[in-house]
């Protein structure tokens, strides 16, 4: 399947190429049209059912255009252009040929999943587009170099090495790795594996696929008899929440930490008590506020009249990303904007100082865990 995935992705660009649309002309026009219009125009690809149903993302997004547009952009305002790709690859290829085709647009917020947006992101390389990937943690992202490709989201392996020290503080000597099999579950497995080692953690067994309430059964008794102290989990929804309800059917004890795939909208009202001291790592704690942050959930709160998640988070801190380099550089360029962002001293941000890497990937974000307690969420540093 990423045998057909990368020639299908060498293919579109290789449209590019045959049309005469190469990299630098559309650059040029990009820079020429932005400068000249009175809108500046960013894509935005979702799977807009997960979106709507388990994040407040798109609430995030509605407030950066209004809190960008109060005052404008070099005169300008911002406009975006949000497009379902239901999550599902070959619409998201014919999105992102559509939006690198348009030289209108100047930049893209998305894909949703690894899957996806990994092998897309050289369609966006290769057309010039600034790609800002604000849900994406998977490292493989940033290890191709690419100059317009921005992972605006801690990486796994640092999530992952968060997972593990909290399970070394709670005294979990022996775990069980259990991941979703893709790009993200199994490189976020990969990443525990490692970071339990470095914590002296004993991974008992790492699995996948446990489809019928037997397959799980016998692999919970396999588990017993190793003696697993807790399950590690590198899941999205609603997987997640299928596997923890298994999981609590035959073991109330057994600690269960979880990536921030899990970190979504009514994850404690489905799966009710068996939501139950389930830990979270997270790159979002509303105990450690800034000013940025207070302001922000005071204007979500007033807007919206809900608490923002991290996801929502996630939308505003991209688009505002955008906003802040094109404003800092005065330029349309995706090129002088990319250049910016990833020579960009540290930058107050929402959650925290921030700044990129000559890879493009995020640093500086502190990293939490929030657990259920009695049905409520209680967020640690």
């Known amino acids: 399947m990423k045998h057909k995935i990368k020639i299908l992705i060498l293919c579109i660009v290789s449209i590019f190429m045959l049309s005469g649309c190469t990299g630098g002309d559309l650059l040029q026009q990009r820079e020429k049209k932005a400068a000249q219009s009175n809108t500046i125009l960013i894509g935005v690809p979702v799977p807009m059912d997960f979106a709507r149903e388990n994040t407040k993302f798109l609430q995030g997004i509605e407030l950066a255009v209004e809190d960008i547009n109060a005052a404008g952009v070099n005169g300008k305002k911002i406009e975006v252009e949000i497009v ?102 199994e490189n976020l497995a990969y990443a525990i594996e490692a970071a339990a080692k470095k914590n002296e953690i004993k991974v008992v067994d790492r699995t996948a696929g446990l489809v019928t309430v037997d397959q799980f059964r016998k692999a919970h008794d396999k588990w017993k008899a190793l003696e697993f102290d807790a399950v590690l989990l590198a899941l999205n929804m609603p997987e997640g929440g299928k596997v923890i309800s298994e999981l609590r059917e035959l073991n109330q004890e057994a600690g269960i930490i979880a990536a921030d795939g899990l970190d979504v909208e009514h994850f404690s009202d489905e799966l009710g008590d068996k939501a139950e001291g389930v830990v979270i790592v997270t790159t979002y704690s509303p105990g450690y506020l800034n000013s940025e942050l207070q302001g922000f959930i005071d204007r979500y709160q007033k807007k919206f009249n809900d608490k923002p998640d991290i996801w929502a988070i996630q939308g505003y801190e991209s688009l ?8 800092a550089t005065d330029s349309y360029s995706p090129t002088v904007i990319a250049d910016y962002l990833h020579n960009m001293k540290k930058q107050k941000s929402i959650l925290g100082t921030i700044s990129f890497n000559e890879h493009g990937e995020l640093e500086g974000r502190g990293i939490y865990t929030k657990v259920i307690i009695d049905g409520q969420t209680h967020y640690f540093n």
């Not at 505002?320 to 404003?327: H, M, N, R, T």
Request: glycine content about 6%; aromatic content about 10%; some cysteine.
């Open 84 to 185: 379902d790709d239901k999550g599902i690859f070959k619409n998201a290829v014919d999105i992102a040929q559509m939006f690198s085709e348009n030289t209108e647009m100047i930049a893209v917020i998305g894909h949703w999943y690894s899957d996806i947006c990994i092998p897309i992101a050289k369609i966006y390389e290769e057309a010039g587009m600034l790609n800002i990937v604000p849900t994406v943690s998977n490292p493989e992202l940033t290890e191709k170099g690419y100059k317009y490709v921005f992972q605006n989201i801690t990486s796994d392996n640092e999530i992952a090495r968060k997972i593990c020290s909290h399970a070394k503080a709670q005294g979990y000597d022996k775990v069980v790795i259990y991941y979703e099999e893709s790009s993200y579950g």
């Open 320 to 327: 505002q990303l955008i906003a802040c380099a094109i404003d």
